[in-house]
């Protein structure tokens, strides 16, 4: 019977979790640390992109202008949740821009307040 060395069960969890494409990658790695009797635990990894900060994780605020346009209506808040189907809290949430709306739910204040979703929302312009 083989034994299972901590090589091969290593080499069983990320054919698992990566499937077979990253274990051929690990299976090169190995025969190199093998050749060199080094353990892949005691190789550091270095990510290529470490200590880089992308703008791209930072999401652009939306800003609106849902409470405006509602007490030009004069409604109220539970009345506008009513007319789009969300809770008053979720209608707060969006007039105090702690909470974006989904497409569609943007897509239905426009629908209410009779305008263009630009004419409701906008991006918030990055420094």
């Not at 019977?1 to 990320?14: D, H, Q």
């Not at 809770?87 to 307040?113: D, G, K, V, W």
Request: contains cysteine.
């Amino acid at each position: 019977m083989e034994s299972v060395t901590p090589e091969r069960s290593i080499l069983a969890g990320c054919i698992q979790k990566h499937g077979p494409t990253s274990s051929l990658h690990f299976v090169q790695m190995l025969r190199i640390s093998s050749a060199q009797k080094e353990s892949l635990l005691d190789i550091a990894s270095i990510h290529p992109y470490a200590g880089l900060e992308s703008s791209l994780d930072m999401e652009p605020a939306v800003l609106n202008h849902v409470k405006e346009l509602r007490a030009a209506q004069g409604w109220t808040q539970e009345q506008l949740a009513h007319a789009t189907g969300v809770s008053r809290q979720s209608i707060n949430s969006i007039e105090r821009n702690r909470y974006t709306p989904s497409l569609p739910l943007a897509l239905t204040f426009a629908r209410i307040f009779g305008c263009s979703t630009d004419d409701i929302f906008q991006l918030e312009k990055q420094a």
